[in-house]
């Protein structure tokens, strides 16, 4: 069993940055983060190999940011410089534990089986 707890959330103004955090309990194969804004189907932004090396980005990110993962203190971090309007929503650190979809690490939805209860992010402009 894994349990995931999001934190680092908040309200920041265009163009500034936030770091979220996520408490990772349980052993994973891949990390997510993914996003779900009012109205709108959950997207996601990135996604790491929990042995470390391999990310994947969201087009809509790239560039801004940044996933990371520190094993030794079994956390997983996004962090997010440049922030746009358009990054505003709840976000969610999801897991998946085992190797199938090809080995790959991707930040599709529907290949994480758990998650976390999601942190809010707001950006002003």
């Known amino acids: 069993q894994v349990q995931l707890v999001e934190s680092g959330g908040g309200s920041v103004q265009a163009g500034g940055s936030l770091r979220l955090s996520c408490e990772v309990s349980?052993?994973?194969?891949?990390m997510g983060w993914f996003r779900q804004a009012p109205g709108k189907e959950r997207e996601g932004v990135a996604a790491?190999?929990?042995?470390?090396?391999?990310?994947y980005y969201g087009d809509s990110v790239k560039g801004r940011f940044t996933i990371s993962r520190d094993n030794a203190k079994n956390m997983l971090y996004l962090q997010m410089n440049s922030l746009k309007s358009e990054d505003t929503a709840m976000y969610y650190c999801a897991a998946r534990l085992s190797w199938g979809y090809g080995g790959v690490c991707r930040p599709v939805p529907r290949e994480y089986a758990y998650w976390g209860q999601g942190t809010q992010v707001t950006v002003s402009s």
């Open positions: 790491i190999y929990s042995g470390g090396g391999s990310t």
């Open positions: 349980g052993n994973t194969y891949c």
